[in-house]
């Protein structure tokens, strides 16, 4: 089995930064295409960023381009989620995934269908 751990969430006034980091454990996978989704209360999750393992490949939503960064360390099965000039609106809990193998299908990477692996979530609160 494997484990996903997201850490590094917590509470900022806008403006600021929060790095959030996730490991898999547990048996050992090779993972293709890491991401971050969030999600707030009464709302679907969204797809934030992801990341390829091969070439390092990244993709964001619109809304945080420019002010969010996804890296990996393939070494560690780690994904990381650097977070900048934060807003109240990226106040969600953030959820990191991982996918063992490739989807046939676009939009299941951005639908979060693609991914085998998912963390606990992790809270971010950005107060104004």
């Known amino acids: 089995q494997v484990q996903m751990e997201e850490s590094g969430g917590g509470s900022v006034q806008a403006g600021g930064s929060l790095r959030l980091s996730c490991a898999a454990s547990g048996r050992t996978f090779s993972s293709n295409v890491m991401a971050w989704f969030r999600q707030v209360p009464g709302k679907e999750r969204e797809f934030v960023a992801s990341?390829?393992?091969?070439?390092?490949?990244?993709d964001y939503t619109g809304s945080v381009k420019g002010r969010f960064t996804i890296s990996r360390e393939n070494t560690k099965n780690t994904v990381y989620l650097q977070m900048d000039s934060l807003k109240p609106e990226d106040t969600a809990v953030y959820y990191c995934a991982a996918s063992e193998s490739p989807s046939r299908y676009m939009s299941t990477y951005y639908s979060g269908v693609a991914y085998h692996y998912w963390g606990q979530g992790t809270q971010v609160t950005v107060s104004s």
């Open positions: 990341i390829t393992r091969r070439g390092g490949t990244t």
